[in-house]
């Protein structure tokens, strides 16, 4: 019996070297991604006001418009889309202004290779651009979509564009929207989306699962709009247009909880992304 009880302590003891010799820091690298920010364009001056509840009406803020880049095992994933019919260049006259896929390109990403698109809202400048990406997988708030279109295309609110929701449902006709229920939803490894900061009717935000710079892995926290500045967050301030600003503050102090550490909070529009976190530069911006 002694014989067997060693015997068995050895093969359990072998059992466990061999799970443990994949380094503890591969295992929890495996459903993590590297975050990239990427400036498309450019709004160099718009009033304060708009953006932040109770900030001085003479006040003008520069606006950032920018796609989170998710790049980790197969997928290759956008936080929003950004914009490219030329209604809204013509309307805004943004600076600077790239397509987003190009913009993906010029980074070593073919529009063909992204995966998935999660967009936080339905506002132009965050989903009209989801058709130049021909194979990526749409996700949107099944509530964000009944509230302002239906498989038909109408235009069932006004913040919708027409033409963007046409082609919500052509994609959707086309089998790729994924319209997600809720609020705290897993939608695949690494990745979670949230509502409540009511931005619009169900406004979204995402947690990523991140390689960080000092090799941890770590929660970034993508605000997209229910948090347009660092200033609404160090401030507490909720966002302007917000439908509900209570809830945007509930909204922007889970952020707090959820993310890692505060500075890994990435708001939507705030030019001072690209500054606080400077590497590589030139509108780039790796979220570590």
Known sequence: MTTVRVLSAL????SLAQFDCVPPTTRLLADSYQVTAL???????????????GADSTRRTPLAFTVCLIQGGDRVILMDAGFYRQKFIDRWKPENYVRPSEVLQANGVEPERVTDIVISHIHWDH???????????????????????????????????????????????????RLIDGDSVPIMPGI?????????????????RSRLADGTVGTIVLASDNAYLYENLEQ????????????N??????????ASNPRLIVPG?????????????HGVAHIE
């Open 39 to 53: 400036r498309f364009a450019t709004a160099p001056s718009y009033p304060t006001r708009f953006l932040v509840a």
């Open 127 to 177: 989903l009209d651009g989801a058709d130049l990406f021909p194979r990526a997988r749409i996700w949107l708030q099944r509530a964000e979509f009944e509230h302002y279109t239906n498989d038909s295309g109408a235009v069932l609110d006004r913040a919708i564009d027409a033409d963007d929701a046409k082609m919500l449902a052509s994609l959707r006709a086309a089998g790729r929207v």
């Open 249 to 258: 503050l509930r909204a922007q102090e889970r952020m707090r909880r959820l």
């Open 236 to 247: 507490h301030r909720p966002i302007t247009q917000s439908l509900d600003t209570l809830s």
């Open 192 to 208: 979670t989306v949230f509502t409540g900061g009511k931005h619009t009717f169900a406004s979204q935000y995402a947690t990523v």
């Open 11 to 14: 093969v359990a003891a072998t």
């Open 269 to 281: 529009h705030d030019v001072a992304v690209f500054e606080r976190f400077p590497k590589p530069g």
